[in-house]
């Protein structure tokens, strides 16, 4: 069969996740259909995470034309395309364009249900193109519930938007436990920006310090208009981006994970932590909390913008030190349910229920 997938921005795991499929089924014709990268945060993940695919990367220019979008995805003949929502009109049309007529589509999404009243009026707008999907593929559970708001029938909804490379992580954990005493440091990971919830987090670390004899150090990874903040804050420091693939050494050095986030539709940074055996604080707008976090057990789950229960949090992860090592062997658990060998998996049971 022929697959066509098209995505937005281009990431190792999304990349990972794709080859376990074709190398999975050999009976698939596998094209990549991904935006170029478009800005300096984008630039820093390069081509050669699509070694061994066939891939086709849409210009600016090529993204917003639909007319371009039809031609380079039509000329594979696909028998089944995978499209990422319905905000992308290029992709969006496809589902409409006659020589497409017989094509199985499927959709990928990983909104959360909010109780918006845009969502609540989003079956009005959207719920055609919806009813031709064949599949819909969520990210969790929050966004299984905005699915089925759709109307979208059970037997039509897969789990499993997003997996990552597992393998990359495995030997985090043993890293960190023969370097010696588990790492008494905090670690953030990701965009420097008010959206992932600077405007608490660097508050309820600074109360976090007060609250304690012997503070630990914050390290954060990554770049953004928010690194003078970081600077400015004491005990924090800024290591700068972080290339996937000395991800896991820098988790290994570290003792939990952060995620402040006030709006995150899934996670899989928080993923990726959990696979490297860091027991994780996130806050509740996290999607992948309902998924990956059960409190006490392998993290925390906080309330959103709230800087007290942040601090709160850090303040329990320091007092409880000792279970740190335990909860980062039940996060790995959690998290190896997302590797790109499952995702790949989940999607080949998704094809044959769809007639492939």
């Known amino acids: 069969m022929r697959l066509v997938i098209c995505w937005t921005d281009l990431t190792g795991y999304m990349a990972s996740c794709w080859r376990a499929l074709a190398g999975r089924r050999r009976d698939i014709e596998l094209q990549v259909v991904v935006f170029a990268p478009r800005t300096e945060a984008h630039q820093r993940f390069n081509e050669s995470l699509l070694e061994g695919l066939s891939y086709r990367l849409l210009t600016q220019e090529e993204r917003f034309d639909p007319k371009a979008v039809r031609a380079i995805v039509a000329a594979h003949r696909p028998d089944a395309v995978m499209i990422p929502g319905w905000y992308e009109p ?37 719920g055609r193109y919806v009813d031709r999907m064949d599949a819909v593929v969520v990210a969790g559970e929050r966004a299984w519930q905005f699915a089925r708001r759709l109307k979208v029938p059970e037997r039509k909804i897969f789990r499993g938007v997003y997996g990552f490379d597992l393998p990359l992580f495995d030997g985090a954990y043993e890293q960190r436990v023969a370097n010696g005493p588990w790492p008494r440091r905090f670690l953030f990971m990701g965009r420097y920006v008010p959206l992932k919830g600077f405007d608490f987090l660097l508050p309820a670390y600074r109360k976090y310090r007060t609250m304690v004899s012997d503070p630990w150090p914050f390290t954060f990874c990554g770049q953004g208009p928010m690194q003078g903040l970081i600077a400015a804050e004491a005990g924090a420091e800024d290591w700068g981006f972080c290339q996937p693939s000395d991800q896991p050494g820098v988790m290994a050095r570290h ?89 790949a998996e989940r999607y080949e049971r998704m094809l044959q229920k769809i007639g492939f």
């Open 90 to 126: 290029g992709y969006r049309r496809l589902c409409w364009y006659p020589e497409l007529a017989q094509t199985k589509f499927i959709m990928g999404m990983d909104n959360p249900w909010k109780h918006t009243w845009q969502q609540r009026m989003a079956r009005l707008r959207i």
């Open 255 to 343: 003792g939990v994970f952060v995620i402040a986030s006030w709006y995150e539709a899934w996670s899989v940074a928080l993923a990726e932590a959990m696979a490297a055996g860091l027991p994780a604080i996130c806050t509740e707008e996290v999607g992948a909390t309902v998924d990956l976090i059960r409190a006490c057990h392998n993290g925390l789950t906080v309330p959103t913008r709230d800087a007290d229960g942040l601090a709160d949090a850090l303040k329990w992860m320091h007092d409880h030190y000792d279970r740190l090592p335990t909860m980062g062997q039940h996060a790995r658990q959690f998290a190896s349910a997302h590797s790109a060998e499952l995702w």
